[in-house]
């Protein structure tokens, strides 16, 4: 029967000496002799079962885990669950991961627009990051309260040009009239903006806001901190912006 010395196994498995000595340690490979000298001597068994750690090492199972396994008289019917369990943890660090990737492409494209690149334009587009779910909520509830609206609207032009009854469009402008005036009020008060010149997070006039010139995430402004006449970005109201 052949026999390996703790070098020869080390090779035969593609891990360094120490890890095979380690192993040893933890108790979860002990050599099955010793030679005269006091050296460290593998079975063929032993070879097949340090391959095995080092494959279940490769999917990430922890030590503590494969020495239970492997000190179960059936490891068969636990290698299952564990694996089942390391997939479970797998899936949820690939997720994370990619949670992670998504937040640095969109750091990376919100820097493509800063001029200037500092401290403080990296922690403003990472604030417009974290702050921009609050956002998608009010563009959500706009959205939604304002699609009824839309709808009776298109209804009663087109009863008006098909059919020529106009009545249906005085009841539309009685409801759009206040809603206009109720949304924009309400979003007004639901929305701040960001200086990209001192950063700091400010709130202009309604009047201003409403007849400013805009983009889908910026407003022409005069910033009430620094005087700054510019596009500023929209951000929900009543999150904290913590410098840097």
């Not at 006091?38 to 279940?56: A, H, P, T, V």
């Not at 990051?129 to 032009?157: A, D, E, F, R, Y």
């Amino acid at each position: 029967m052949s026999q390996y010395t703790t070098g020869e196994i080390a090779k035969l498995c593609g891990v360094t000496v120490r890890t095979v000595q380690y192993y040893d340690t933890r108790g979860i490979l002990i050599p099955s002799a010793l030679s005269e000298g006091g050296r460290r001597l593998y079975s063929e068994e032993d070879l097949r079962q340090m391959k095995l750690i080092c494959f279940l090492r490769e999917l990430g199972l922890p030590i503590d885990s494969i020495g239970q396994l492997l000190a179960e008289e059936d490891p068969g019917s636990v290698i299952s669950l564990l694996l089942s369990q390391q997939e479970e943890a797998l899936r949820g660090e690939i997720s994370e991961r990619e949670k992670q990737l998504q937040k640095l492409e969109a750091l990376k494209a919100g820097l493509r627009s800063v001029s200037e690149l500092s401290v403080e334009s990296i922690g403003d587009v990472a604030y417009t990051m974290k702050n921009g779910n609050k956002l998608k909520k009010i563009h959500l509830i706009m959205l939604l309260t304002g699609i009824p609206v839309g709808i009776l609207q298109w209804v009663s032009i087109i009863l008006w040009i098909l059919k020529g009854i106009w009545w249906p469009f005085l009841i539309w402008a009685a409801v759009a009239i206040p809603y206009a005036v109720w949304i924009s009020s309400w979003y007004f008060r639901k929305v701040e903006y960001l200086c990209p010149q001192c950063h700091t997070i400010f709130r202009p006039t309604f009047k201003e806001v409403f007849w400013a010139r805009h983009t889908p995430a910026t407003r022409k402004l005069t910033c009430s901190a620094c005087g700054h006449h510019g596009f500023c970005v929209e951000v929900a109201a009543g999150s904290e912006k913590t410098d840097g």
